[in-house]
């Protein structure tokens, strides 16, 4: 008779033959379910109502349009408050918009906005204005009376940033 191999009659747990295809077949059924609700899960969280998709269109629509600068030319030289140690201020002031409405509107009205800056500028001591601080400050009291003076005079549209490219006190 035909000797039996040892390894034959012993039960190692090892499956013969099919068990390899059904380990395959749970493994990609397994793979296919996470995918799937992972793919479900952040669709769910990532898509929100229709209202809430339609106002981020909207803002994205405001922000995609490009930044129109302005310098006003020449620049502007004012005499600081009494009590200030620098007597003179010179600062180069560009503006910027989103909209060519502000801009045909602060180029029309030079004069205008030159006085009322020259008036703000003015005011100010120079100790507010050797930090850092106080120059911010300044910009948005700029865009702050330029604004104003845009809807004073019916302008359309508004100022975004005021920069000074040169800013020098003596």
Request: charged letters at 20%.
């Amino acid at each position: 008779m035909a000797k039996k191999k040892p390894d034959e009659d012993l039960d190692l747990g090892i499956e013969q033959g099919g068990g390899s295809k059904k380990k395959l077949i749970l493994f990609i059924a397994l793979g296919v379910l996470l995918l799937g609700g992972g793919g479900g899960a952040a669709w769910f969280l990532l898509s929100g109502s229709g209202e809430e998709t339609v106002e981020a269109k909207s803002a994205e629509g405001q922000q995609a349009l490009p930044a129109i600068y302005h310098s006003m030319t020449p620049v502007f030289v004012a005499n600081l408050s009494e009590g200030s140690q620098a007597k003179l201020l010179q600062v180069s002031v560009e503006v910027m918009s989103r909209g060519q409405a502000a801009i045909d509107f602060v180029q029309q009205n030079d004069p205008l906005i030159r006085h009322n800056l020259l008036d703000l500028f003015g005011s100010h001591k120079d100790v507010e204005l050797n930090s850092r601080a106080g120059k911010e400050k300044l910009q948005a009291e700029v865009v702050e009376r330029m604004n104003q003076l845009i809807t004073e005079q019916g302008g359309s549209g508004e100022l975004e940033a005021v920069y000074f490219t040169q800013f020098v006190m003596q």
